[in-house]
């Protein structure tokens, strides 16, 4: 069966450090990949999303950053947080079908503060 | 534009009693449904789906979801609550193209809190 990892699971950071979480998917092969953030009291943001190796789609300018260097590795990234960047973030995944209709599935998330 | 509503922030229900939780949509073309539940401090877990076919769809932990296309909403509806259902729940939507990467557009979510 397929799982999906996320690290760390809480992080408390100062404006201006940088950034890296890092996700990662196991039991399956060429997986759509998805960065959201989940900002206190409000909805999911789609942020990233990936259908290969090197090919990252963002939906929403801002100081973060993403990379897929594996198959079923996503990273999330920022050379200079901000306070806003505050919030709890979720990596997901899916089959690389095509298929609007493919269910997407969600890792435990990271719970990211920036004081 | 694609949109998503969860009219209520929260709904409150006793142990035992029918649940419902509300969601509305408007897409352009037929539209991909999905139910999520987060517990606090924890990813989304997928609930159900509807694609087409059969407007009442059953998913996990006895839910069910209506598709009413004419009132363009899908209803997350449950017989008799628990209080472990107590979470928050998010509708989505996906645009029926063939676009792999595009994401689900999500409601705000709506706070279920089951009282015993």
């Known amino acids: 069966s397929q799982t999906i990892h996320q690290w760390p699971a809480t992080l408390v950071q100062p404006v201006g450090s940088p950034l890296s979480l890092e996700c990662t998917v196991e039991g399956t092969s060429n997986p759509n990949l998805y960065w959201y953030r989940q900002a206190a009291g409000r909805g999911l943001q789609l942020l990233f999303y990936?259908?290969?190796?090197?090919?990252i789609s963002s939906e929403v300018p801002q100081n973060l950053s993403a990379s897929r260097p594996q198959d079923r590795q996503f990273i999330l990234s920022s050379k200079k947080l901000l306070l806003s960047d505050s919030g709890f973030y979720l990596c997901?995944?899916?089959?690389?079908?095509?298929?609007?209709?493919?269910?997407?599935?969600f890792g435990p998330g990271t719970r990211l503060t920036v004081l | 534009a694609q949109s998503v509503a969860q009219p209520e922030d929260q709904v409150n229900v006793a142990e035992g009693n029918p649940l419902t939780v509300k969601c509305t949509y408007s897409v352009s073309g037929n539209p991909y449904l999905f139910w999520y539940v987060q517990y606090p401090n924890r990813g989304l877990q997928f609930l159900l789906k509807y694609i087409t076919g059969d407007n009442l769809v059953k998913g996990s932990y006895g839910f069910e979801a209506e598709f009413n296309k004419s009132q363009t909403s899908f209803h997350l509806k449950k017989p008799s609550a628990l209080v472990s259902d107590s979470a928050l729940y998010f509708c989505?939507?996906?645009?029926?193209?063939?676009?792999?990467?595009?994401?689900?557009?999500f409601g705000k979510g709506t706070t279920l809190s089951v009282s015993s």
């Open positions: 989505a939507v996906r645009v029926p193209a063939n676009q792999a990467g595009t994401a689900l557009i």
């Open positions: 990936s259908v290969g190796i090197g090919q």
């Open positions: 997901a995944w899916s089959e690389l079908t095509g298929r609007p209709t493919d269910t997407q599935y």
